[in-house]
Each structure stands twice: as structure tokens, then as C-alpha cells.
């Protein structure tokens, strides 16, 4: 079974832009988590999807948008690029529905650079 | 590329011994945990879990230890390899919630 995907693996963005970022969930799963880490403050939730619904947001700026999709590929969007917004965003994705696993497990992340 | 923290704390163990990493959580109501290993330039890799209703449980190589009392979170690796050698990361699901708060890391060094 393959693992989640996201693309791409690296980005180089200017302040001002904006960008999406796609994950790819392992066959099956449902529910899709997006994680923004940094040296300084660590692996930071931002969100997760169910079944295209957002169930919980962490403490991000509006400018950190997210949507999924009917078979349960998700992508992040990041309008007015701050400098502040360079990370690895992590997506991670699991069955998530009730009285199933929550095993939650990670791709290998999108590296953001923002200039 | 690196992708986790800088000033992590650090745990040397010599190859062959057992280690033993902490982790200290936030949320009395959080009923769930995982433990996850990072490796340079990878995305977290699922080890281990515990629910709230547990306090201990074996996987191959490793255990986790879960004291609620004190809010404390342990992974025990036994037989210390160098492949073993990486960022550990202990989350907690907070209840009612399908949001994982995660701790800072510790960065697992294996000696040969």
C-alpha cells in the first residue's frame, strides 16, 4: 500500500505570493492533518479534514486555508507569503472516522522557502 | 534537508544499551498519544501508541509508558541500534478533538 504523497517536495516562493501544496492520502484514509514545523516553534497543527469538512483548526492566521477533496486528497493554500511562512509542511492522514485507529502517519513533507 | 529543532536535548546511548526518552504532555483530557521518530529530511514515522485507559504498552523493541498523574509520556527502546538514531517526538490527541498537540524533541544519539 503506498505511503502519503505530497507534492511538490520543494518550493521557492516570493513574500507576497501565494501557494497551494497537495497531499495525497494512503488509500483508504479518510481524515488528512496539515502540520507546519519549524526549527523555532516545532511541529504546529493546522488543520484536518474529514469526509471534505474541516473538524479542527489550530491557531494559524486566515491566510492558511485548506480544502479536501471527494477522494480525500487535500491541499493548503498560503496567500500573502510571509518569511515567517518557511517550513516543511507535513500532511499526515489516518482512518479518522469514529471507533476506527487514529494511528496517524506522515509524508515526507514540502519544504517552503519563502524570499 | 534538516527539518527539525536546533537546541533539541540530546540523549547519547551506546549501541546496545537501552534508552529511555521523556516527555512531559499538556492536557489532563487528552486521551490519546503517539510516539514518532524523524529522521533528517523525512516526514515523522509512527512507532508506537497508547490510550489514556492504558499505561503501558509493548511493541517490538520499544515501549511506552503512560503516567497520568504526573502527565508524563515515556518511550523505552531496548537494544539501542544505530539506526535508532533520530528525533523523537511524543503528541497528544486532545479529547473530543481530532488535533494533535506535539512535544519539542529529542534527539537520540547512538554511540558506536
Known amino acids: 500500500k503506498a505511503g502519503v504523497t505530497q507534492t511538490p517536495r520543494y518550493l521557492i516562493k516570493t513574500r507576497g505570493q501565494q501557494v497551494t501544496l497537495s497531499c495525497s492520502p494512503i488509500?483508504?484514509?479518510?481524515?488528512v492533518s496539515w502540520y507546519q514545523q519549524t526549527p523555532g516553534q516545532g511541529l504546529q497543527f493546522l488543520f484536518e479534514?474529514?469526509?471534505?469538512?474541516?473538524?479542527n483548526k489550530g491557531n494559524f492566521p486566515g491566510r492558511f486555508s485548506g480544502r479536501q477533496f471527494s477522494n480525500s486528497r487535500s491541499e493548503m493554500n498560503v496567500s500573502t507569503l510571509e518569511l515567517g511562512d518557511s517550513a516543511l509542511y507535513l500532511c499526515a492522514s489516518s482512518l479518522g472516522g469514529e471507533g476506527q485507529t487514529h494511528e496517524q502517519y506522515f509524508g515526507p513533507g514540502t519544504r517552503l522557502t519563502v524570499t | 534537508g534538516e527539518s527539525v529543532g536546533l537546541h533539541l536535548p540530546t540523549l547519547s546511548v551506546q549501541e546496545g544499551d537501552n534508552s529511555i526518552i521523556n516527555c512531559a504532555y499538556s492536557?489532563?483530557?487528552?486521551?490519546?498519544f503517539i510516539w514518532y521518530k524523524q529522521e533528517s529530511g523525512k516526514g515523522p514515522q509512527f512507532i508506537i501508541d497508547?490510550?489514556?485507559?492504558?499505561d503501558k504498552r509493548q511493541g517490538q523493541r520499544v515501549t511506552v509508558l503512560l503516567n497520568k498523574t504526573v502527565k508524563h509520556l515515556s518511550l523505552q527502546i531496548a537494544a539501542t541500534q544505530p539506526g535508532d538514531s533520530a528525533v523523537y517526538f511524543c503528541a497528544e490527541r486532545m479529547k473530543g478533538t481530532y488535533k494533535y498537540i506535539f512535544g519539542t524533541g529529542t534527539r537520540l544519539k547512538v554511540l558506536a
Open positions: 479534514y474529514f469526509s471534505e469538512t474541516q473538524r
Open positions: 488509500s483508504g484514509h479518510r481524515s
Open positions: 497508547i490510550r489514556s485507559n492504558m
Open positions: 492536557n489532563s483530557a487528552s486521551d490519546y
